[in-house]
């Protein structure tokens, strides 16, 4: 059975940094891109960053690029997300994900495992 599980929120005040795990067993996603979106309330789930397999190609979302640096260890199945420079806005469920086939990274849609998230709180 697969399972993603995230680990590494909490409450931060703005202006901080957190680093937040993924960490996949039960199968491994040879040659799989990974991501992480986030969800605040009562807004749509939305991507902030992709990696691929090898770690050579990564994606932000704009909101993060510069703050956010994603990064996998393929060796121990865990997808991190480093975050610096946090803000209020910043405050949402984050999500790790598989993206097996969909066309684009940046879709919900478009990827196939989730985790169960972990919350990030940055207060102001």
């Excluded at 991501?35 to 960053?49: D, H, N, S, T, Y």
């Excluded at 393929?74 to 480093?82: D, I, P």
């Excluded at 209020?88 to 984050?94: R, S």
């Amino acid at each position: 059975q697969v399972q993603l599980v995230e680990s590494g929120g909490g409450w931060v005040q703005a202006g901080g940094s957190l680093r937040l795990s993924c960490v996949v067993s039960g199968r491994t996603f040879s040659g799989a891109v990974m991501g992480w979106f986030r969800q605040a309330p009562g807004k749509e789930r939305e991507f902030v960053a992709a990696i691929s397999w090898s770690g050579g190609r990564t994606y932000y979302a704009d909101s993060v690029k510069g703050r956010c640096t994603i990064s996998r260890d393929n060796a121990k199945s865990v997808l991190y997300l480093q975050m610096n420079s946090l803000k209020p806005e910043d405050t949402a469920v984050y999500y790790c994900a598989v993206h097996i086939r969909g066309p684009t990274f940046y879709r919900r849609e478009d990827y196939d495992y989730w985790g169960q998230g972990t919350q990030v709180t940055v207060s102001s």
